[in-house]
């Protein structure tokens, strides 16, 4: 059998149900990314419609949120293929914001260390004076 006969044909629509079940969604948030400008459906009556273009939107800005990109950096992103399809730009912003991710995380990372170590330094204090009130 062939790859070709094997592999499910690729969808060209999906209703709201649809993704939020395949993203692991509420509809009241696809909704939310809707209300924010970050997708756009096609309206049939009271009925959205999503194309294959709003599902890997949809993809991106899942993507985005998970490397804690707020939504505007997600939306200037997606802005910025939009206006030309020149995917340039675009990966040029991504890096640009991740940068700054990486920057804060890393911060981050030190302020943890940081408070790690004190919380053992006192660990290791109220070990001592429970050991010498025992005495």
């Not at 948030?29 to 009925?47: M, N």
Request: net charge positive.
């Amino acid at each position: 059998m062939t790859k070709a006969a094997t592999s499910a044909p690729r969808r060209e629509s999906f209703t709201i149900t649809d993704l939020a079940d395949e993203f692991a969604l509420t509809t009241r948030a696809i909704r939310f990314y809707e209300d924010q400008g970050l997708l756009s459906p096609e309206r049939r009556g009271t009925r959205r419609i999503y194309s294959q273009r709003e599902r890997v939107r949809l993809k991106l800005v899942l993507r985005g949120k998970r490397l804690g990109m707020s939504l505007a950096d997600i939306s200037g992103i997606l802005d910025l293929y939009d206006a030309d399809h020149n995917e340039r730009p675009q990966l040029v912003k991504f890096l640009e914001v991740l940068a700054a991710r990486r920057v804060l995380l890393e911060q981050q990372r030190e302020d943890i260390d940081v408070v790690l170590e004190e919380i053992s330094a006192i660990e290791r204090d109220c070990r001592k004076r429970l050991k010498n009130s025992a005495k």
